[in-house]
T-cell receptor, first 111, second 115 residues
């Protein structure tokens, strides 16, 4: 089964609003990553947060990590039409050599 | 851009035929991966490699084999394609140093249809 599970599966908001996506996972991790996938394209890395970090920022992106709850959230502020994409979280288990991806959140930004 | 190319990008084949997908990288990274992406399942790891001739299974490896005879090429083979293997296949490389769970760079995908 998937290590990471995103919530919601789909999200539709108006341009300029903030979008929040959540990820829950099951086992201890070294780090958690978020990726974006535009339709018909490969995944693109957005941000990595380590297990000893609680919050990280990159431009309009803010990621939080709560290891006690085994959950993470991705916040996109002041959304733009170009943010329309699917967003995936990915986790590694302790000692793992691979990333396991969730099923993704499909984000639609309406103009 | 980590210099990843996948080929072919699109393929239609018949059930029972062999299919090989190629992933090529230009930067000599050690770790390479094959994932498949299906609606409702997200990305699932098929096989990965941590060096020449060093490979291991992922969560959905049945029906697939891989080979890595050179650092730059990671081949995914379906010995006898089935309709359940219709999917989009992504190759990825890791640019991590020690350990292996750093950022992944993905290719553009290979869309395979098995009739």
């Amino acid at each position: 089964s998937q290590q990471g599970e995103e919530d919601p599966q789909a999200l539709s908001i108006q341009e300029g609003e903030n979008a929040t996506m959540n990820c829950s996972y099951k086992t201890s991790i070294n780090n958690l990553q978020w990726y974006r996938q535009n339709s018909g394209r490969g995944l693109v890395h957005l941000i990595l947060i380590r297990s000893n970090e609680r919050e990280k920022h990159s431009g309009r992106l803010r990621v939080t990590l709560d290891t006690s709850k085994k959950s993470s959230s991705l916040l996109i502020t002041a959304s733009r039409a170009a943010d329309t994409a699917s967003y995936f979280c990915a986790t590694d288990g302790k000692g793992a050599q691979k990333l396991v991806f969730g099923q993704g959140t499909r984000l639609t930004i309406n103009p | 851009d980590a210099g990843i190319t996948q080929s072919p990008r699109h393929k239609v084949t018949e059930t029972g035929t062999p299919v090989t997908l190629r992933c090529h990288q230009t930067e000599n990274h050690r770790y390479m991966y094959w994932y498949r992406q299906d609606p409702g399942h997200g990305l699932r790891l098929i096989h990965y490699s941590y060096g020449v001739k060093d490979t291991d299974k992922g969560e959905v490896s049945d029906g697939y084999s891989v080979s890595r005879s050179k650092t730059e090429d990671f081949l995914l083979t379906l010995e006898s394609a089935t309709s359940s293997q219709t999917s989009v296949y992504f190759c990825a490389i890791s640019v991590a140093g020690a350990g292996n769970t750093g950022e992944l760079f993905f290719g553009e995908g290979s869309r395979l249809t098995v009739l």
